[in-house]
């Protein structure tokens, strides 16, 4: 079983639409998750991170923790298409190197 | 805040060749550096941890005598492949953190692409 996993899409939605993105983990333990965006060629950039249970949000994103379901979200409202890139859900094991163990991304494509 | 360098952001070299990435926290002190590798359409894999003054832990299945890791100071830490083979051509990017805790993000550089000829 992978340690975190994603769908890799691709996701397509129509710009101004409402694109969720989804992640499960299997260490119970965990304690903090990211969701980073990455496009074509770069390295990943940070969107958000979330710790507790509930909903974080930060302008068009929001993020999604239910610990006890072993899950994590992203939502983005209004979807533009300078959203298309893949997005990666980072989970810290949170183990003595508090090292992330990354999902293999879903790829966003937001249709104009 | 919290940008974090890599140089060179390129590089092309010949097959038995060694080559040096460095990556630098710019605005922060480091406590903690991290090297990952990604090929193409896959994701990112951690290759090693690096803490300033110690030796750094790779992952399993990273040959610590092939990619080299020395993390100097607090800002740098730099990465040698030695005898670069056309196989370790790869999407190199280091990240650093702040703290130690579980809690602390990862700044990411923007990568160095290694084409071994």
Known sequence: QKEVEQNSGPLSVPEGAIASLNCTYSDRVSQSFFWYRQYSGKSPELIMSIYSNGDKEDGRFTAQLNKASQYVSLLIRDSQPSDSATYLCAVNMASGTYKYIFGTGTRLKVLA | ?117
């Not at chain 2, 460095?22 to 990952?36: G, I």
Request: charged share 15%; aromatic share 10%.
């Open chain 2, 1 to 117: 805040g919290a940008v974090v360098s890599q140089h060179p952001s390129r590089v092309i070299c010949k097959s038995g060749t060694s080559v040096k990435i460095e990556c630098r926290s710019l605005d922060f002190q480091a406590t903690t550096m991290f090297w990952y590798r990604q090929f193409p359409k896959q994701s990112l894999m951690l290759m090693a941890t690096s803490n300033e003054g110690s030796k750094a832990t790779y992952e399993q299945g990273v040959e610590k005598d092939k990619f080299l890791i020395n993390h100097a100071s607090l800002t740098l830490s730099t990465l040698t492949v030695t005898s670069a083979h056309p196989e370790d051509s790869s999407f190199y990017i280091c990240s650093a953190t702040l703290g130690i805790t579980s809690t602390d993000t990862q700044y990411f550089g923007p990568g160095t692409r290694l084409t071994v000829l």
